[in-house]
């Protein structure tokens, strides 16, 4: 969790001393009596804890500042002309506009800047526009002469020579090897709203990526700590063996059953602040190991981590939380309805991002079926030279969909004239009714096919059932199912998206059968063994 300042004087004192010790010898001494200021100008509005500002994730937003170099005793350090560099945290400075700015950094003369605009982007809860002397003055990199951090000279005879060598350099186009003073400070709070899990799955950007890339990012729960309760709830809807799943309900997009249609998207649903509800509600945080002291159907109140795409899956790295733990007794579950998908749907990004990390289904009904793929067995792919002696040409059976030919556990996707496990693997990947064998054997996904049968579409969706011990897809091949739930994963290395089964609920064989509802399905309420092992 970044560190917040709680006064401009108190931080910048704070980091002259440590500044000053880290650039000496011994015990170190105070290199600088100074201070810096960074003073916000009206008419920026700074937002309030309880009334935020909107978040900057689309468009910057400028805040003109001044920054001046103080005496002790508050009064301008005339004597100080030099470059300053700002940053703001958390976010980013986007750019700096007006007289005597150079990229991220001011020129201060006599003390003092001009009234430059910081534009501000990212930023999120409490926010401060820093401003630290790095002894750094920016020149020209292809100037001649060199700039003093890259012309090979020990400029300041210190016995280093350039950057990175030399710690007094802060980029190799630096004209100071000296360094500077390290005297720094910070301006008041501007407060931010905090990011919903749609902010962070990236919304605004189609949802492929997050917003906040390598970020220590804290989320809106709907946890209101001003006067303790939730104003709109997120939800554990997933306890993995690596992790749990959560989704924001209030800004999920839901479904209305309307036959003969069905499942439509509900277009009259509003979030409580009047807003329509955006999709990408749902998260993956990464915790290495089941987390303990979780349930299903808990609520997060705070939500903490570093936001990170893993090949294409967002999800939250070295998560904290604290919940309040689901009472049957005082509150329903939760647990949102599974999203519905259709034939179409799962070929669709927009659906398909809109729902990662989220509950989704297939199911069959009277307007749709879905089975395990026909084609699934052990037996390697007849694979022969084509009479080109170009390729091969092969051909798929329903117990033969073993395209690693050649046994070493992987596919070889190398489009070379000797290698048959690309067009073999292709050939699967481009039949409705293929589930590869070797990934299915070292993976446990298969092939889902999903069939409209009123508008004739048939797809595939990949699909692990390795949740419910009882389930056999081997067994089940070409037969319809009546449903298949479970949290939806992705996956760059080949564009894949898979259901994930949470437990043996969420696989209904018996198309006569009742589809347990989410606030039943997967739901195991603590017991007085999960007190007695602390597991709270």
């Known amino acids: 969790m970044k560190r917040a300042f709680f006064s401009t004087a108190l931080a910048a004192s704070a980091v002259a001393v440590l500044g000053a010790q880290g650039c000496s010898g011994g015990f170190g001494k105070l290199a600088s009596s100074a201070r810096i200021a960074v003073l916000i100008q009206p008419p920026a509005q700074l937002g309030e804890r309880v009334r935020p500002l909107p978040l900057p994730i689309d468009n910057a937003v400028p805040f003109p500042v001044k920054i001046q170099v103080q005496r002790p ?69 292809l100037r001649t002469p060199p700039p003093a951090c890259s012309d090979g000279l020990d400029n300041d005879a210190d016995g280093l020579v350039d950057f990175p060598a030399d710690p007094g350099c802060a980029f190799a186009n630096d004209d100071n090897e000296a360094g500077g003073t390290f005297i720094a400070g910070a301006s008041d709070p501007i407060f931010f709203a905090l990011p919903r ?43 993995a063996s690596d992790g749990f799943y959560a989704t924001d309900v209030d800004d999920l997009v839901e479904q209305t059953f309307t036959p003969p249609a069905r499942y439509l998207e509900k277009t009259d649903k509003r979030r409580v602040d009047g807003q329509k509800p955006r999709g990408y509600a749902s998260i993956f945080a990464f915790t290495f190991n089941s987390p303990p002291g979780l349930r299903v159907c808990d609520r997060l109140k705070t939500y903490n981590g570093t936001a990170v795409d893993f090949f294409g899956f967002t999800e939250m790295g070295f998560p904290t939380w604290t919940i309040e733990e689901w009472d049957p007794r005082v509150r329903p579950c939760g647990v949102p309805e599974p999203f519905v998908l259709r034939a179409d749907d799962i070929v669709s990004d927009n659906v398909r991002f809109k729902n990662v990390s989220g509950l989704v289904r297939v199911l069959t009904d009277d307007v749709s079926e879905i ?21 091969f040409d092969c051909q798929l059976q329903e117990t033969a969909t073993n395209c690693d030919l050649n046994k070493d556990g992987k596919i070889d996707f190398e489009p070379r004239a000797d290698n048959p496990e690309k067009p ?107 007190l007695n092992e602390n597991s709270r």
């Open 73 to 141: 005793d508050g009064a301008i350090d005339t004597g100080f002309n030099g470059i300053v560099r700002l940053s703001v945290k958390p976010g980013n400075i986007q750019s700096i506009q007006g007289g005597g700015t150079d990229g991220r950094n001011v020129r201060i003369t006599a003390g003092e800047s001009d009234v430059v605009v910081a534009n501000v982007l990212g930023s999120f809860g409490e926010t401060r526009i820093v401003a630290e002397d790095l002894g750094y003055v920016p020149a020209d990199p």
């Open 197 to 239: 899990i749609a902010d962070v799955r990236g919304v605004s950007q189609g949802g492929a990526s997050t917003s906040y890339p390598k970020t220590q990012v804290s989320i809106d729960t709907g946890f209101s700590r001003f006067d303790q309760k939730f104003v709109f709830s997120t939800v554990i809807t997933r306890i």
């Open 371 to 391: 089975r395990v793929t026909r084609k699934l067995g052990s037996g390697d792919v007849p694979c022969k030279k084509n009479p080109a002696g170009t390729g």
């Open 424 to 530: 073999c693997s292709d050939l699967c990947a481009a039949d409705p009714e293929c589930t590869e064998w070797s990934n299915f054997a070292s993976r446990s996904s298969f092939q889902l096919v999903v069939t409209d049968k009123i508008n004739n579409i048939v797809n595939k969706i990949q699909a692990d059932g390795s949740a419910s011990t009882s389930f056999k897809p081997l067994d089940l091949r070409g037969k319809p199912l009546k449903s298949f739930s479970g949290t939806l994963r992705y996956f760059s290395g080949g564009s894949q998206f898979t259901i994930e089964a949470r437990c043996s609920d969420d696989i209904v064989l018996d198309l006569r059968g009742t589809i347990p509802p989410a606030d039943k399905a997967c739901v195991f309420p603590r017991t007085l063994v999960d």
